[in-house]
């Protein structure tokens, strides 16, 4: 399982390419080999760049629903919709197509964000407004989400 961290301030240039920050290549690269796949988030205004072996354990959960079931074969069509494999090319860009561009409303700053085991590609503005919530929601989230686990049952 890739684990990841770090959140870097980069550009987006004429051409649709992000220069990676160094910090994250290094931590990809024993991933270059494999490609990555680059697509829309499910919840956020923001893409998702999955290394190769993380988006095979995704899709083994998706390829176990069953495509006769109209609410399953929706989900996976609108999952799926703007899917681009990619690669980080010797000079450590990526390319970002344009349709992916205009999903994302990515302008010349943006933020690169680990997040454990993707990365998140976003507008810096919707990013600061993503992350900067009222302290107190965050905690009653944090309680929510993570409060029931016990520390048996954490890895």
């Known amino acids: 399982m890739v684990n990841l961290i770090g959140t870097y ?30 697509k829309r988030s499910v919840f956020q205004p923001c893409l998702e ?42 000079s450590g860009r990526l390319q970002v197509s344009k349709d992916l561009i205009q999903f994302a409303k990515l302008e010349k700053n943006i933020v690169v964000a680990a997040s454990i085991n993707v990365v998140e590609i976003w507008d810096k503005l919707l990013y600061e407004n993503a992350v900067n919530v009222n302290d107190d929601d965050f905690a009653s989230l944090a309680e929510e989400v993570m409060g029931n686990i016990s520390e048996d049952e954490l890895p």
């Not at 999952?79 to 494999?85: D, V």
């Open 49 to 90: 760049l999955h290394p190769m072996s993380e988006w095979n354990r995704t899709l083994g959960k998706i390829n176990k629903l069953n495509r006769f079931v109209k609410k399953n074969n929706d989900f996976i069509r609108q999952f799926t919709a703007g899917l681009k494999n990619v690669d980080i090319d010797n």
């Open 9 to 38: 301030e980069c550009t987006l240039d004429s051409k649709g390419r992000i220069l990676l920050p160094s910090g994250l290549k290094k931590q990809l690269d024993s991933l270059l080999h494999e490609g990555f796949v680059l």
